[in-house]
């Protein structure tokens, strides 16, 4: 349980560069079934700080699907395109207690340092960055910029932190050495895009948010995010982390691999088979009355810890 006093805030945070698809179905659901079962307060967020891969209006289609399934906020929904300024306030913040730094490496400078290091990496395997410019930009003689500099993208310091330990309400025990897994990581893009680790911790602190619920496909993110918490003295959250859809490739559904919109002229259907993911009983009838039954099945689900 959240220690008492805390009243339960959750959120459901979409980047609108699509409709929702049956994949994020599963985590406005759980999201949602997740407040109300608190008795809690469940909040909308746009992400969409990367203004390339965000599609125009679909933030609108989404919020329309969303209120067509019967999830609806209990506050207004918030866009993180509109938040720069605090994004840009915690980054010079953490650069002046040099927490972190300017990096001009291309993904070329950082492979050419791991070789240099005989830490040889597979090819489109995320780079570990190893700290190359902790002590100043490295590329200082490679200009390629207009006014013949690069671009400078922002990372944070991960050394001296300790491998991090954090517990899953659905996952169980997890632990990351942020460091050696995933290096010095971006704040703030060179295309000066803020990145999503940035946005997303001071944003689920400014909402207040207690609980985070959202697809297994960011568990992997929730270190970083909590080593970012601990750096900018933020609290952090309880996390519970919700079951993937597969395609037929068994690869996880994306936008990116072309998942179908959900179709949500039938909500109780595409509801059903969201709530199916979540190991909760198929449900006929009304669609309140079906949402209602959730919550109460949600609340003693063997598969979360409530
Ligand atoms: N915006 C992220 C996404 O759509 C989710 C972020 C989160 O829930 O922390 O994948």
């Known amino acids: 349980m959240i220690s008492v006093g805390a ?62 399934c019967g999830l609806h906020a209990d506050a207004a929904p918030v866009w993180q395109s509109q938040r720069s300024g605090l994004y840009q306030q915690a980054l010079e913040q953490l650069v002046a207690r040099s927490l972190a730094y300017p990096c001009n490496c291309s993904r070329k400078d950082i492979e050419a340092a791991l070789a240099r290091l005989g830490q040889d990496h597979p090819r489109h395997a995320e ?15 490679d200009a390629t910029g207009a006014g013949g500099q690069r671009a400078v993208a922002w990372r944070l310091r991960t050394d001296a932190s300790p491998t991090l330990h954090w517990m899953d309400r659905r996952l169980g025990a997890q632990q990351q050495d942020v460091e050696a897994e995933v290096g010095d990581f971006v704040l703030k893009r060179a295309d000066g895009c803020f990145s999503y680790q940035l946005a997303v911790v ?3 602190a400014a909402q207040g948010i207690t609980d985070v619920v959202r697809g297994e496909d960011l568990v992997d993110n929730t270190a970083r995010q909590i080593l970012l918490q601990q750096r900018l003295g933020l609290p952090t959250p309880r996390y519970l982390h919700t079951p993937l859809v597969l395609g037929a490739n068994r690869e996880k559904l994306s936008k990116q691999n072309g998942a179908q919109p959900v179709d949500t002229s039938d909500p109780l ?18 669609l309140s009355a079906a949402l209602h039954d959730w919550v109460r099945a949600w609340k003693t689900s063997p598969a979360i810890s409530f």
């Open 127 to 141: 780079l570990v960055y190893p700290g190359s410019c902790r002590n100043g930009l490295t590329n200082r003689s």
């Open 202 to 204: 001071l944003d689920d």
């Open 269 to 286: 259907s595409a509801l059903n088979r969201a709530a199916d993911v979540l190991g909760l009983p198929e449900k006929t009838g009304t």
């Open 7 to 68: 009243r339960y805030r959750g959120r459901f945070a979409p980047s609108p560069t699509g409709p929702l698809h049956a994949g994020s179905l599963v985590a406005a659901l759980a999201s949602w079934l997740d407040a109300r079962a608190h008795a809690g307060q469940w909040l909308v967020r746009l992400e969409d700080v990367d203004t390339a891969r965000c599609v125009a209006g679909m933030d609108r289609i989404i919020l329309q699907q969303l209120s067509e």
